[in-house]
T-cell receptor, first 114, second 111 residues
Framework: GAGVSQSPSNKVTEKGKDVELRCDPISGHTALYWYRQSLGQGLEFLIYFQGNSAPDKSGLPSDRFSAERTGGSVSTLTIQRTQQEDSAVYLC????????????FGDGTRLSIL | SQKIEQNSEALNIQEGKTATLTCNYTNYSPAYLQWYRQDPGRGPVFLLLIRENEKEKRKERLKVTFDTTLKQSLFHITASQPADSATYLCAAKSSASKIIFGSGTRLSIRP
C-alpha cells in the first residue's frame, strides 16, 4: 500500500522477553520517527532517523530500547527484557525530510507485556 | 523544560457550532506548529501546519491561528459535525530537534 505499514499490529509477550517492532515507511520519505503512546496519553517522542542515521537517541526510555534503519527504508525498534511499563502503542511515522513536513503515521503496534 | 500543552482534555459541543481547541507552548518559540487528528485505534492524521510568521491558515472548515505573543495556537472547526468527533493533537519541534506533541483534546460533537 501507499501508507506507512507497521507490524505486528498487536503483540502480547511475557515480561523479560525481547520484542522487535517493524516499520515500513512511505517510499521516498527520508525521515522516520518512532513514538510511544500510553493509554489516553499523548505521543512520547522516542527517536528519529534522517536516512539511516539517528542523530539523537536521548529520547529512548532506557538502554533496553534500540532502533535501526537500513537502506534508508525499513526500521526496527527492539525492546530487550521487556517490562510491564513498556506496554503501550508504538507508532511510526515518516516524512520527506526532518523539518516542517507533515508526518504520515502508521496505525501502530499495540504491545502488551504480561 | 519545553512543553506543548492542550488545556482541555475533552470538549463537548452541539452540532453546527464552532469548536475551538487551544495549544499553548512554554519555554521556547517553535518555528511552526502542526495539528493532527487521531481516531481510536488509528495513527494521527496531519491536518494543518502554521508557521510563526503566519497569523492564520485555513482549509475547508478548519482554521488555525498562531499568536507568538500569547504563545498559543487556536484550532477552529466551523459548522461542526458528529464526524468531526476525534482527538486533536498539536505538535512542534523543540530547539533540541525533538518533536513534542500535546496530550490531545478529545472532541465530541453531539447531534
Amino acid at each position: 500500500g501507499a501508507g506507512v505499514s507497521q507490524s505486528p499490529s498487536n503483540k502480547v509477550t511475557e515480561k523479560g522477553k525481547d520484542v522487535e517492532l517493524r516499520c515500513d515507511p512511505i517510499s521516498g520519505h527520508t525521515a522516520l520517527y518512532w513514538y510511544r503512546q500510553s493509554l489516553g496519553q499523548g505521543l512520547e517522542f522516542l527517536i528519529y532517523f534522517q536516512g539511516n542515521s539517528a542523530p539523537d537517541k536521548s529520547g529512548l526510555p532506557s538502554d533496553r530500547f534500540s532502533a535501526e534503519r537500513t537502506g534508508g527504508s525499513v526500521s526496527t525498534l527492539t525492546i530487550q527484557r521487556t517490562q510491564q511499563e513498556d506496554s503501550a502503542v508504538y507508532l511510526c511515522a515518516s516524512s520527506f525530510e526532518y523539518s516542517n513536513q507533515p508526518q504520515h503515521f502508521g496505525d501502530g503496534t499495540r504491545l502488551s507485556i504480561l | 523544560s519545553q512543553k506543548i500543552e492542550q488545556n482541555s482534555e475533552a470538549l463537548n459541543i452541539q452540532e453546527g457550532k464552532t469548536a475551538t481547541l487551544t495549544c499553548n507552548y512554554t519555554n521556547y518559540s517553535p518555528a511552526y506548529l502542526q495539528w493532527y487528528r487521531q481516531d481510536p485505534g488509528r495513527g494521527p492524521v496531519f491536518l494543518l501546519l502554521i508557521r510563526e510568521n503566519e497569523k492564520e491558515k485555513r482549509k475547508e472548515r478548519l482554521k488555525v491561528t498562531f499568536d507568538t505573543t500569547l504563545k498559543q495556537s487556536l484550532f477552529h472547526i466551523t459548522a461542526s459535525q458528529p464526524a468531526d468527533s476525534a482527538t486533536y493533537l498539536c505538535a512542534a519541534k523543540s530547539s533540541a530537534s525533538k518533536i513534542i506533541f500535546g496530550s490531545g483534546t478529545r472532541l465530541s460533537i453531539r447531534p
